[in-house]
Each structure stands twice: as structure tokens, then as C-alpha cells.
């Protein structure tokens, strides 16, 4: 199948990555765009997983204040470089996670950051729950699996859904603009604050 330039530069369009990855990309999928991008998210977080390594010492802090004043939220969004850490696009993605964080209250950042005392007495209520309705132990273990992967979606930041686009995760974005810029950008750490909450 051959993939004309067009098609290519939609696609490049689309997502900001190279001509070449996207060629790639397309070939793969056999021109089918939104498989080509599925593709190219797969290699991103193959990529940003072998980033994990390296170290981030420059970044940025980002704030968010709702209109109403009554809640504000800060971002700290850390690069490799100080070059990327000016980056639009990375202040960008710092502005639009600081927004996501005020609007959807998650508590952790991924599922490695709550205590396992919290996981465990979920994973409990969970399983009574599920044994109370008649089901096997084994059937009540998946079911348990399953809503435990829904409690994370709920409660941690990288899981959920982004508010101004439910079909990419923080995650997606995260890994897309790491594609991108070709180094390792990790969300360390946020905190909101709700009046009276």
C-alpha cells in the first residue's frame, strides 16, 4: 500500500510528531489513521518507558484558579532540560494537567503512590461485596480486579480521563508529548485546595 504525502501530513497535523514516524505509523496500520495514531501512542509509552531512567532537574510549576476563587491548584511538571521546561507545549500540558487536577479532585498521581493500606481495605470491601451477591471465588476475584482498575481510574491523576478530551487519559497526553519532545517529563507532584473542603 502506498502512502501519499497528504495522508502523512494530515496525520503530522494531527498529532505533531515527524513525517517520517507518522509514514511509519500509516504503513503499519495499513492507512488506517486512527490505527496509525494507536500505534504511534503504543511506541510513545514504550519510549517514555525506556526514559524512565534518565533524570529530570528542570521543570515548572503551574497554578490553576477556578473562576469562582474557590479552588486553586499547583503543578509541578518536571523535564530533563531547562530548554524543554520552556517549551509551550510543555507549559501547555502543565496548564491543562493544573486544570484537570481542579476539576476532577484526583488523590494520587498513578496507583504506586496509594498506601497499600488504602488498596487493601478497598480490595476487601470490594470482595464482600461481590461474595454477598452469590458469586465464586474465582469469578468474585476478577470482578474485584476489575473495579479495583475502576478505583484507580477514579482516584489517581495518570488514569483519568482528561476532562477536555475523555478519549485520552492524562497518561496518553503525557506519553504523546514525551514522544514529541523526546525527553523524559514526569508529573511529580500536585496539590489542590477546595474552600471548605
Same mark, same amino acid.
Given at each position: 500500500?502506498?502512502?501519499?504525502?497528504?495522508?502523512?501530513?494530515?496525520?503530522?497535523?494531527?498529532?505533531?510528531?515527524?513525517?517520517?514516524?507518522?509514514?511509519?505509523?500509516?504503513? !503499519?496500520?495499513?492507512?488506517?489513521?486512527?490505527?496509525?495514531?494507536?500505534?504511534?501512542?503504543?511506541?510513545?509509552?514504550?519510549?517514555?518507558?525506556?526514559?524512565?531512567?534518565? !533524570?529530570?532537574?528542570?521543570?515548572?510549576?503551574?497554578?490553576?484558579?477556578? $473562576?469562582?476563587?474557590?479552588?486553586?491548584?499547583?503543578?509541578?511538571?518536571?523535564?530533563?532540560? &531547562?530548554?524543554?521546561?520552556?517549551? &509551550?507545549?510543555?507549559?501547555?500540558?502543565?496548564? &491543562?494537567?493544573?486544570?484537570?487536577?481542579?476539576?476532577?479532585?484526583?488523590?494520587?498521581?498513578?496507583?504506586?503512590?496509594?498506601?497499600?493500606?488504602?488498596?487493601?481495605?478497598?480490595?476487601?470491601?470490594l470482595l464482600e461485596e461481590v461474595k454477598? $451477591?452469590?458469586? $465464586?471465588?474465582?469469578?468474585?476475584?476478577?470482578?474485584? !480486579?476489575?473495579?479495583?482498575?475502576?478505583?484507580?481510574?477514579?482516584?489517581?491523576?495518570?488514569?483519568?480521563? +482528561?476532562?477536555?478530551?475523555?478519549?485520552?487519559?492524562?497518561?496518553?497526553?503525557?506519553? &504523546?508529548?514525551?514522544?514529541?519532545?523526546?525527553?523524559?517529563?514526569?508529573?511529580?507532584?500536585?496539590?489542590? +485546595?477546595?474552600?471548605?473542603?
Amino acid at each position: 500500500m502506498t502512502i501519499t504525502a497528504k495522508e502523512i501530513a494530515a496525520l503530522r497535523a494531527k498529532t505533531g510528531i515527524g513525517m517520517m514516524e507518522c509514514k511509519k505509523a500509516l504503513e !503499519e496500520a495499513g492507512g488506517n489513521e486512527e490505527n496509525a495514531i494507536e500505534i504511534m501512542r503504543k511506541r510513545g509509552a514504550t519510549k517514555a518507558a525506556k526514559r524512565a531512567e534518565r !533524570e529530570t532537574k528542570a521543570g515548572l510549576i503551574e497554578s490553576y484558579i477556578h $473562576s469562582n476563587g474557590k479552588i486553586g491548584v499547583m503543578v509541578e511538571v518536571l523535564a530533563e532540560t &531547562d530548554f524543554v521546561a520552556k517549551n &509551550d507545549e510543555f507549559k501547555q500540558f502543565a496548564h &491543562d494537567v493544573a486544570l484537570h487536577v481542579a476539576a476532577m479532585a484526583p488523590k494520587y498521581i498513578s496507583k504506586e503512590d496509594v498506601p497499600a493500606s488504602e488498596v487493601e481495605k478497598e480490595k476487601t470491601f470490594l470482595l464482600e461485596e461481590v461474595k454477598a $451477591s452469590g458469586k $465464586s471465588a474465582e469469578i468474585a476475584e476478577k470482578i474485584v !480486579e476489575g473495579r479495583l482498575n475502576k478505583f484507580y481510574e477514579e482516584n489517581c491523576l495518570l488514569y483519568q480521563p +482528561f476532562v477536555k478530551d475523555q478519549d485520552k487519559k492524562i497518561e496518553d497526553l503525557l506519553n &504523546d508529548l514525551t514522544t514529541k519532545i523526546g525527553e523524559k517529563i514526569i508529573i511529580s507532584r500536585f496539590c489542590r +485546595f477546595q474552600i471548605g473542603a
